[in-house]
Each structure stands twice: as structure tokens, then as C-alpha cells.
């Protein structure tokens, strides 16, 4: 079975860095898309950026784009999320997931394995 598992979340100051890994097993994953979504106290889940796990095609959400960076590591089987220049807007729950498939990437109903998350916490 899939198994989806991140790290890296933790507390840092506006404008700082951190680097989320979701390392995925069970399966091999040719073809599918491999996801990052945020969800913050009180709101819904909200897509971040995902990569095809062949081709490594790229997608972000507006809020992101030019701070965050998505890649991937077919040999290890982990998938990344560089964060930049984080705002305290950024300050969500990070969950990673993984679906057949690239068409409408950025719905999380789509998506049919999820990680437990991992807490991003950007101070002011």
C-alpha cells in the first residue's frame, strides 16, 4: 500500500527558509503526480505545487510562485518542497499526496494518497 511521509516543518521567522521531503513508498509511481497542499486553522486545504513524478513538469499556486520550489528524487523515491522567503500567511499544515494521473492537479479530491502532514510555522 501507498505510504506518503513528510518532514522538515517546523518554526521559522518571516523571510527565513525551510525544506519539506515526502518520502513515498509501496508502489512504483510512473505516471502519477505527486502533490503539496497547505491547510490552515479554519480554512479549507489549498493546493501549493505539484511535479509529474516521469517528467517532472511543475505546477504552483499564485501565492507561491518565485518563493517555493517543487522537485522531486525518482531514486529515492522523495519528493521536496523548497520554501523561501516565507510570510506569516505561509503558516499552515503541509501535506503531501500523490494521484494517477496530471489532470486537475490542483483539486485535493483527486488525490487518492495522503501524508499526516507536517506543521509550518512563520513567526512576524
Known amino acids: 500500500q501507498v505510504q506518503l511521509v513528510e518532514s522538515g516543518g517546523g518554526l521559522v521567522q518571516a523571510g527565513g527558509s525551510l525544506r519539506l521531503s515526502c518520502a513515498a513508498s509501496g508502489r512504483t509511481f510512473s505516471g502519477y503526480v505527486m502533490g503539496w497542499f497547505r491547510q490552515a486553522p479554519g480554512k479549507v486545504r489549498e493546493f501549493a505545487a505539484a511535479t509529474t513524478w516521469t517528467t517532472g513538469i511543475k505546477y504552483y499556486a499564485d501565492s507561491v510562485k518565485g518563493r517555493f520550489t517543487v522537485s522531486r528524487d525518482n531514486a529515492k523515491n522523495t519528493m521536496y518542497l523548497q520554501m523561501n522567503s516565507l510570510k506569516p500567511e505561509d503558516t499552515a499544515v503541509y501535506y503531501c499526496?500523490?494521484?494517477?494521473?496530471?489532470?486537475?492537479?490542483?483539486?485535493?479530491?483527486?488525490?487518492?494518497?495522503w501524508g499526516q502532514g507536517t506543521q509550518v510555522t512563520v513567526s512576524s
Open positions: 499526496a500523490t494521484r494517477k494521473g496530471w489532470a486537475a492537479v490542483r483539486d485535493p479530491t483527486e488525490y487518492d494518497y
